[in-house]
């Protein structure tokens, strides 16, 4: 009989046995294909009810709104109660997990957010659209930056910027190579773009701090960060450069660990055809990079999409726990993506795997995943068991029950807008046109001011300690700094490179 009650593996479903998903191997990547209307959601909500259960934490995209509903208690009736009587699934039970809901935009959950610094030039570059001259353009300025000590924190600054860059173009062409003013406009315009589509909300502090990703709840649970992404689809580049943001920033941040017993964190990137659309090959490269070097910090990456064609085959290599629901072979591009995801699988005798795959119904798939040993398993015909939680969408009332009790509210929900890039440039530019002060005569009473001491330097008696910094990102040079070490400053930090994403040159 199969059971959830196994604490080292994840139950999958019932093919011609029980189907389960080993945790020890959960780091070693998956992928979730199918056409519309398959079972890949329910799928990936399966899984990540195991995972949480297990006590890792994960982080999935919800895109169509319907994930939302892990939080809330399943209902027996329907459909599901006759999916777990088919497949003799005798330990399900109605159940919730806990949550946490985000929005880049702050509407249906707590704002995520990242400073221009942290994201750097090449993958602004990339969500704007640049081409290689604007791309350039936009490296000369984050450089100016860096070489000025200018905070980049969110749009207005990065509008400051280009405004100073364009007025010393001349200037500073000969130190950094060419500014064509018409480059900046361009850039300009494209943040101008960027900014109605809501962006502006993406950009600024209290910044995402990855730990708050990996949280367990008070019954030893994984929590289960939601990202509200059915109005973030409208910008396409935006959602696939931020959750590629979060992937690199889980790279930088996580230390080594091997193959642990089960994952630190599971990673769930829907609509994945997203990240790879129209990516030029250096950003592919890094794509693949970062997906097999994360597993070793404990970060199992789990793409879902309709077709395999639509992940590289470099990317697809690195993925090894392989659902694949029922695919039309209509086209002659749908029967490409069916041999294809026919070719990845260990072959079964019993069946032709392309055949089978324009057969499957509504809620089966063909599971194989990594067995004892790291070996994948032949492939199997499953019935993917049913979610213990909701399928479905939560009311208004439900989603703001779970922000109100989420413990990160109060870290986030504040605008943080301390003094950056927008107001030093303000500044200097008020006192250039200011009237200089008057000069005042020496007063006969007034007494030398007495030498400054030698030493440490002291605050004055009433002004009391220096003050804290209101968030921990502290610099445009640390935030490029975070995988090598958190205080590092100057001309070394400067010439490094902002994360793993960051060390590309030109060919974005």
């Given amino acids: ?84 009587r088919e497949i003799g699934f005798d330990d399900w039970a109605n159940d919730r997990f806990p949550a946490i809901f985000w929005d880049l935009f702050g509407k249906q959950g707590h704002p995520v957010r990242a400073t221009i610094s942290e994201l750097g030039p090449l993958l602004l570059s990339r969500i704007l659209d640049l081409n290689d001259t604007q791309e350039g353009v936009l490296n000369v300025a984050f450089r100016f930056a860096d070489d000025n000590g200018l905070l980049l924190l969110d749009l207005k600054d990065l509008r400051a910027l280009l405004v100073e860059v364009e007025k010393r173009s001349s200037e500073l062409s000969a130190t950094y190579g060419n500014v064509a003013t018409a480059s900046i406009g361009a850039v300009q315009r494209a943040l101008l773009v960027l900014e109605q589509q809501g962006a502006a909300n993406f950009f600024g502090e209290k910044a995402l701090e990855i730990a708050d990703l990996m949280r367990t709840g008070t019954d030893g649970r994984g929590v289960v960060s939601i990202l509200a992404a059915d109005q973030l689809m409208r910008a396409p580049r935006l959602y696939a450069t931020f959750l590629l943001w979060m992937l690199s920033e889980l790279f930088e941040q996580l230390p080594e660990i091997g193959d642990p017993a089960k994952p630190r964190l599971v990673f769930f990137f829907d609509e994945a055809h997203l990240l790879f659309d129209d990516a030029p090959r250096a950003l592919v490269d890094k794509v693949e990079q970062v997906v097999k070097l994360v597993r070793s910090k404990g970060v199992g990456v789990y793409f879902c999409t309709q077709n395999p064609i639509d992940i590289p085959d470099r990317v697809l290599s690195q993925l090894s726990n392989r659902v694949q629901h029922a695919l039309r072979a209509y086209t002659p591009r749908d029967q490409k993506a069916v041999k294809v995801a026919a070719d990845t699988f260990r072959a079964n005798p019993a069946f032709s795997t392309a055949e089978i795959i324009t057969q499957l119904g509504i809620g089966e798939a063909l599971v194989s995943v990594l067995e004892d040993g790291g070996v994948p398993s032949i492939v199997n015909r499953t019935l993917i068991r049913p979610p213990s939680a909701r399928v479905g969408v939560v009311t208004p009332e439900e989603r703001q029950a779970v922000i109100d009790a989420s413990p990160v509210g109060i870290q986030y929900n504040q605008v943080i807008d301390r003094e950056s890039a927008f107001e030093v440039l303000q500044k200097k530019a008020a006192a250039k046109t200011a009237p200089p002060a008057p000069q005042q005569p020496p007063s006969p009473q007034s007494q030398p001011e007495p030498a400054p001491r030698s030493g440490p330097p002291r605050y004055r008696q009433d002004a009391g300690p220096p003050p804290a910094r209101r968030s921990n990102r502290e610099s445009v040079t640390e935030a490029a700094m975070k995988s090598l070490a958190r205080n590092v400053s100057g001309q070394l930090g400067r010439a490094l490179v902002r994360g793993i994403l960051g060390s590309l040159s030109k060919g974005f």
């Fill in 1 to 84: 009989m199969p059971s959830l009650l196994l604490d080292d593996r994840i139950f999958m479903g019932v093919s011609t046995r029980p189907e389960y998903l080993l945790l020890k191997y959960g780091n070693r990547h998956g992928l979730i294909t199918g056409a519309t209307g398959t079972g890949k959601t329910v799928t990936l909500q399966g899984l990540a009810e195991g995972f949480s259960r297990a006590g890792v934490p994960v982080f999935v995209a919800d895109v169509k709104g319907d994930l939302a509903g892990i939080s809330q208690p399943g209902t027996p009736e329907g459909w599901i109660v006759k999916r777990a």
